[in-house]
């Protein structure tokens, strides 16, 4: 069983950054994909962007991608997601997801994940 933690959500100004992490513990094996998606209220959950752990190649879906990146610390279990030039629009639960595999490219499709964690809530003000 793996569980995944994510932390670091708050409130931040619009124009501002904030670093979401993703704690991975359990049974986790050295293939492994994470990603990280967002719900906003009253809307679809969406992928934000994964990383595979073998790789450790990264997506980031088109939408947030000239703001937003994603790293690992395989040492330390831990994925970031950084978002710099937040807008009112990203806020939203984001919660981060994983799957095991040993794949070069990771999915943006949340049928691909096995394992959730619960959200950590990130509030964009204008």
């Known amino acids: 069983e793996v569980q995944l933690q994510a932390s670091g959500g708050g409130l931040v100004q619009a124009g501002g950054s904030l670093t979401l992490s993703c704690e991975a513990s359990g049974s986790i094996s050295d293939d492994f994909v994470i990603g990280w998606f967002r719900q906003a209220p009253g809307k679809e959950r969406e992928a934000v962007g994964c990383i595979s752990s073998s790789s450790r190649l990264t997506h980031v879906v088109d939408s947030v991608k000239a703001r937003f990146t994603i790293s690992s610390d395989n040492a330390k279990n831990t994925v970031y997601l950084r978002m710099n030039s937040l807008k009112p629009e990203d806020t939203a639960v984001y919660y981060c997801?994983?799957?095991?595999?040993?794949?070069?490219?990771?999915?943006?499709?949340?049928?691909?994940?096995?394992?959730w964690g619960r959200g950590t809530q990130v509030t964009v003000s204008s």
């Open positions: 997801a994983g799957y095991p595999k040993n794949e070069r490219y990771c999915k943006t499709v949340d049928w691909a994940y096995t394992y």
